[in-house]
């Protein structure tokens, strides 16, 4: 996250008014949201993410003993744990990785640690080419985009969009129907995985009483990104950590549905160790990468609780804001309600200034968390915590005159009447420009309730 | 005279809140909210010294000042019943009501505002934990505290009610009343409970209308966008009226409609139910 790159609400605009974008994600956000509903028809969900959150509560009031617990097994089963504490200790990682290993190729399965670290561009510099296999993944990267959601990257393009793109870009047919267009992916991309050097995946979970490390995706571009190159680099972040394997019956089932709606997705991949000697397929070389980056500043304040998320996508898909503007008008990796959270809490504290605010508060955010962050009330608190830092005097101004008023009725009384003759005058327009650009003045009555009750 | 006279000593005694913007925007909804408590066999009285809840400056993150129109609004209306103990909250104004913390409640006909006054006010002193004494006041504040059409179906009972009124209306569930306060099926309930009115459900009710307070002017593009979704959804029922628990969201849909050169009525709650008691 680069720190002086614009935010919302220099982005913003461009985005919204963007029709065929607002179509899209509106269509496949309402559809996520109504496939999620049906899956949890079946379940208590309260039930479930109750568990879910009980079981954060306790990995982060311990966390370094798990993460202690983990790095032992892991290193038992003859895989290499590395902590990184910034973006760029992992990166230097992964390039010395790439380096002794003399690699030239990195087949990239979906991991939103690796956009948080700009992982490619910083291989791309040092001579590395890193392929991204997830489809949606693929056509962002083919774009030269970013991914505009957590789970679905491409969610802001339209199969006609992509069919132009594969056109420019591949040079097939102009041909928008789905299967063709998966069917060219996955014939470029096969050639990727038998070439490359090394697999570089994300991690869902990682387990601490076994040193398992647990993908689930759709499409088996993980499945082979971790099996079929000499070596494997998994890169994630330290929240991930789950004290047990039996937890994942309670965090399998939360994850599949809040994401996409399924009761599991199609390929779930539990990961022990390198290739032993009895194994056909397998790396020869396992590194798990386990980044901080900002995570522990959130330990033992109010806002720890949001390092239980297991970035399923829940919240962008439900909220109206997101459903409008889409992922890039963030202006950060981490895009939607959590992503607000996340982006200044983790390390750029600025951007609070302006995200916090990019939210109507509606709480569908916190209603669909399956591990129970309070989303919306921490942007609440995101609020308060930036007008500390940061003074806005204007509005600072505005809200001690409103309380000055408001604590004198009779003041606020004679104020709304001013409000009423302004408003007879045609004048209130002017004080209320951002109203008023798409939106009329409310009718003023002619007398406020408690004058009238007074008469 | 007896049986008027017993009435007023068995009924529910109500502090009936007017949220600022509906005092001064909205007297109509005051008056029907009013009537119709009222009617039901409520006594109803109204604090003169009532003012903003505080929710303006608690959304915008002003903790500080919201917390001073909390301890404002609960003195305004525990009167006597404010502890003595918290002396330096007392100074000047009289305490003029007495409200009794047991059998007494305050009612208001905004599920915004009063998400605020039952939610937030115990929050907002709980975080300090400087001040016991407040969060104490506050907690016990809330639990008397109800929004309008909550009060009419879990406190006073549905069956106090009968109306009648040829109209379609289509609800939209205010994200305050729905997601903080829990309410979803009290509104329809006193709908579906006027004769003859059709309720006519919105093919997405629980989808925010965009207003968000501050958020209608921080991001004043993104709001009328999602205030024409909503406006959409509403003329798509072709229903007469769109209510709902809060006057705020019916504001910013109204701006727009109105903006746009379109005429449709959009009510409170209470103004259907006033209306369909006739008297």
Redesign the interface.
Known sequence: MRPNSPGIKTLYKKELSNHQLRENLSKATLQSVQKRNKSFEELDFEYLRNQARQIKLDTLSQLNEYLAQFEDNATKNGCKVFYASTAFNANQYILNVAKSTSSKLIVKSKSMVTEEIELVDFLKKNGIEAVETDLGEYIVQLAGEKPSHITTPAIHKSRYEISNLFHDKLGTENNPNPEFLTLKARQILREQFLKADIGVSGANFLIAETGDVVVVENEGNARLSTSSPRVHIVVTGIEKILPRFSDLRIFLRLLGRSSTGQKLTSYTSILRSPRTKEELDGPDELHIVILDNGRTNLLGTEYQEILHCIRCGACLNVCPVYRKIGGHAYGSVYPGPIGSLVTPLYSDMEKARDLAFASTLCGNCTEVCPVGINIHHHLLTLRNDINKRHKHFVEKFLINQFTMVSLRPKLLSFLGGTARMLSRLQLLNFFLKQWTKERSVPNFPPQSFKKYNRE | MLKEVSIYLISMRVFLF?P?Y???????V??ASYEVLKHLGCQVH?P?????C?Q????????D?AK??AI?QMRVFLGTSFPISAKEHLKGKKAVTSFNLDSDYVVGPSGSCIAMMKNFYPDLFNESRSDNLLYEIAVKFSKRVYEFSEFIVKVIGLEKFSGRLKLSVSYHDS?HSL??LKIKEEPRMILNRIRELKLVELS?P???C??????????????????KDKLADFYGTEADALVSTDMSCL??L???A??NGIQRRFAHLSEIMLESLQI
């Open positions: 007017i600022c509906i005092d001064q925007l909205y007297p109509s005051a008056k109204i003169e010294n009532q003012t903003c505080g303006p400056a608690f959304n915008t993150g002003y903790r000042e001073k129109m404002h994200c997601r903080e997405h629980e989808i925010c965009g207003f968000g307070g501050t958020f209608s002017v921080k991001f004043p593009e993104i709001s009328v966008e999602m205030g504001m910013h109204s701006a727009i109105r903006h």
